[in-house]
Each structure stands twice: as C-alpha cells, then as structure tokens.
C-alpha cells in the first residue's frame, strides 16, 4: 500500500464526530457542583486578607506614633491603645522610654510587613485570581520599601 | 512506511479566531459560564471525536468522558497560560482524560488482543475500505496501540509528544505505531 493511500485511509477515520445528545448540561451541573464544593476554600483566602489588613493597619499606626515628639507620643499612646485593636508588642515597643524605641519600632513594622507580604503571597497561591489581593500584596510591598528606607535614612 | 509522512491534521471545519477564544477563555476563568458553554460547543466535535477513536468507538464511554474532560478544563483554566492554542491546550488535556481511563482498562489488553486476531483475515483491502470498516478495525486494536495509532496518524502527534504523554520510550511509541500498522492492515485484509 502506498503512504498516499494510507493517508487517504486515515483520513477517513478522523475529524469532529458530534454527540448522538447535547452534554452541556451535564457539564454545566457538574461544573456548578465544582464551585459549591471550592466555594469553602475561599475562606482562609479572605481571612489571610483580613488579618493582612489588620496587621497593615497597625504597622501604619506605629509608624505615625514613631514620627510623633516623645511627650505628644506617650498621650497619644495612652488614648488610641485604649480604643484600637494594636498589636501589643507594637504598643509596648512605642511606650519603652528607650533611646533605640525608634529603630525598634521600625524593626516590628518591617517584621510585621514581610509577615503580611508572606501571607498574602500564600493566599495567591490559593487564589491566583484574585485581583484584590495582588493590589494588597503591592500596597504591602510598597510599604515594606518606605520601612527599609526609613530604616537606612534612621 | 515512515510515519512523519502519514500524519493528518485534523481541523475544525471553521476554527474559531483566537482573539475571541482568548476573550471567551479569560471571561470564563473569572467564572462567565456562558462562556465557557461557547468554548465548548466550539470544540466539542473535535474533542469527542478523538476520545470515541480512542475509547474504541464506544460512545456512551466518550460522552463520559467528554464530559469529564471538560469539567476538568474548567478547573484548570486558570493554569492555560494563552502561550499556546487554547484548542490544542485543551486536546491535550482531553486526550490525557482518555488516557487515564484506558490505563485502568489495561488489564483487558490481551483479550482484545485475542479478538483481533479473530478478526483479522478479512479480505477488504485498505484502500477501498469505508469509514466505518476502518473505525471498527481501528476499535479493535488493542488499547496501547490503538492510542498511538490515533494520536500518531490521525491527530498527527509526534512520537516524542506521545511518548511523554503514555509514559513510554520513544522507540517503544515507534514499535508501537509499527505493530498497530501490522494489525490494521491484517483486520482489513491486506498482508503485512
């Protein structure tokens, strides 16, 4: 037998077949049960994301306390630790009357961001695509540069 | 024979640009089920075909796993990465769906191997045989070499590609295609 006539054979047994039923449907509940079923997995998501927040929000705060003069610091301090949700070693790093207090606030703030950087990276990996973390994940970074910078200038 | 001669691309009749198919693809991976029912009447055909060819013809089986394969492609939309054809993305994956399942079939090798003796013999010759003498001569090979056969020579994939996907040397894809080649031509009549 010759290629030509083998190819011409060959030929006759490829190409699209249709199904003898529409199996969309099918596919369509099934891939609706999938999502049901990942939709638990989300959670820790959103949770990293939240505590992400949180720890963010805190670092800032130090950040403001660490750039006010001692006296104003130690009032402000007393308030604000009162009513917010602070890490305390944040707050106890800011009320040390110690001469290196500053360095090392700078020092919790940079652990505390490469902390939620790390995080936030491990929720991406659960959820690449989740467009709301990637910004934290560049807020975040963009932080942790401020930080670094500060640290060196200080 | 050699082989590279042989293969046959297989196309869509009016494949779908792939400008649309990247814009259905990245709607469906943020979750647009309606777009992912485009995609999949756009290449349903396509894929059904290879895996009934594969599966031996057996359509309640195809449909199974046609069915699985696409289920499957939804959840791992977000890992194509639009450097290649999102069909030919998704053939792979359908295709490694048919091959899982004749893996777990493999212990009914040598019976089908027994039936194909049986019927080889028969005195319709290659060229004049219809479609469906050659499906059925093709089904009745025996898994392994049925799957190298329709990938080699229909699909038109390399042994390489084939070889890496059945999990075999590329000598044994070779000998393979050679043997199914052998059977085929045996089942349809025409010595070897």
Known sequence: MSEFEWRNGMRKVGGP????RDLWPDIASKISA??????????????????????????????QLQNQ?????TTQETTLAANTPVPKRVINNVVENDEHAPRKVLANASDELN?????????????????????????????????MKKSYAG | MDG??????????EPPREDTVSTLVRRACAGDTRAFET???????????????????DRARAEELTQEAFVRAWQKLGS?????????????????????????????????????ELAAGGEVPFCAAERGDLERAVSDLPPRAR?????HDVEGWKHEEISAELGMAVGSSKAQLHRARGLLRRALGEAA
């Open chain 1, 17 to 20: 077949v249709e199904p003898d």
């Open chain 1, 34 to 63: 999938v999502a049901q079923e990942k939709r638990p997995s989300r959670f820790p998501a959103f949770a990293i994301a939240a505590g992400v927040l949180v720890a963010s929000g805190a670092v800032l705060f130090a950040w």
């Open chain 1, 69 to 73: 003069p001692i006296p104003q610091q």
């Open chain 1, 115 to 147: 902390d939620a950087s790390a995080s936030i990276q491990q929720a991406l990996e659960q959820r690449p695509d989740a467009v709301f973390l990637v910004n934290l994940l560049n807020k975040t970074n963009s932080q942790r540069l401020r930080v």
């Open chain 2, 4 to 13: 590279s001669a042989l293969r046959v691309n297989t196309q869509l009749a």
């Open chain 2, 39 to 57: 995609l999949y009447r756009d290449h349903v055909g396509r894929i059904y075909g290879t895996i009934l060819r594969l599966v031996a013809m």
């Open chain 2, 80 to 116: 194509f990465r639009h450097e290649s054809a999102f069909s030919t993305w998704l053939h792979r994956l359908s295709v490694n769906t048919a091959l899982m399942a004749l893996r777990g079939k493999r212990d009914t090798e040598s019976a089908d191997e027994e039936a194909l």
């Open chain 2, 147 to 151: 799957a190298v056969l329709v990938l």
